[in-house]
């Protein structure tokens, strides 16, 4: 029998131990319904009402569909020219203007209030629910029960339905009309449950924080968001630029950030060849994957519109539809 090398053994060994721990997890991992027992007995300790937790966990189960949907997300199946195709057709664009126009002074009012162009309020809108068109049909204590099961993010999604059952508990929305993506994200605005609770709105003053039918809570708790979150009024989000032959790639990077005149000396002008800006805002290069070498100056506002949604696709997006809704 041949010797088997040291390397060999040490792969061997490795791997043994590898199944030994993902056992153990299985073996440790409660059976759903059981596990659900567990999930009822928190939020009851939360002081969530016991009517409230009996109906939202009355049918649910555990859904296959939204793990796939979870493991299928845009950044990670489609280019950006792909996504940026797809998500901003002329169609969106002609929307976005018509909305603009039909809610302007409540936009304009909004806006003023919490220090947001409201082009980005509407931009945001239409990324997110084609102008609360599509809002997601899944019911959101359902998806976030499954992702808070699955192994991938199920502290972070537990946490959520925890807050999701604390949002029922206090009657801004009933169970049946608690709609939401299959990330657990809701209503128009499609607010995280977390997000909700930190950011929503009651603009028009009924008692409710209502971001599913209200337009006036949409807006403002899309403004509140932005405007808690870092947003500049006298800033916009970024623009596309060409590189010089040469350029520095390392340079292209987040954590890269530079006054304006500095990208200018090292050969950065606007994608039609204009030079940059002269007011010195600190800016960053990006390149999106699969954008065919396209590459973007962010400023503060596109961070974020990243902390709204980390996806750089989306952030893009929401920009772009902003530029081309226009003021």
Known sequence: MAKISS??????????????????????????????????????????????????????????????????????????????????PKSLVDQGKTQMNKHRALLEEVGEKYGVQPRFIVALWGVETRFGRYTGGFN???????????????????????????ILNEDHITLANMKGSWAGAMGQSQ??????????????????????????????????????SGWKYDQTWGREVRLPAGFDTSLIDLKVEKPMQDWQDLGVRRADGRDLPTRQLMGSLVQPKGGNGQTFIVYNNYRTILKWNRSTYFAMSVGQLADRIGN
């Open 7 to 88: 390397k060999i053994l040490g792969f061997i060994a490795a791997g043994s131990l590898a199944l030994s721990i993902s056992s153990a997890t299985a073996a440790e991992k409660k059976p759903f319904g059981e596990w659900l027992e567990d999930v009822k007995a928190e939020a009851l300790s939360n002081g969530i009402r016991a009517d409230i937790v009996n109906a939202a966990f009355a049918n649910v189960k555990f859904k296959e569909k939204v793990i796939n949907l979870d493991r299928k997300q845009p950044e990670v199946t489609q280019t950006f020219q792909q996504y940026m195709d797809k998500r901003l």
């Open 140 to 166: 959101v204590v359902e998806a976030l029960t499954t992702l808070a099961y699955d192994n991938r993010r199920a502290a972070y999604f537990r946490k959520e339905l925890m807050n999701a059952l604390r």
């Open 191 to 228: 607010f995280m449950p977390s997000s909700f609770l930190n950011f929503a709105e009651d603009y028009n003053g009924d008692g409710r924080r209502d971001i599913w039918t209200t337009k006036a809570d949409v807006f403002a708790s899309a403004a509140n968001y932005l405007s808690r």
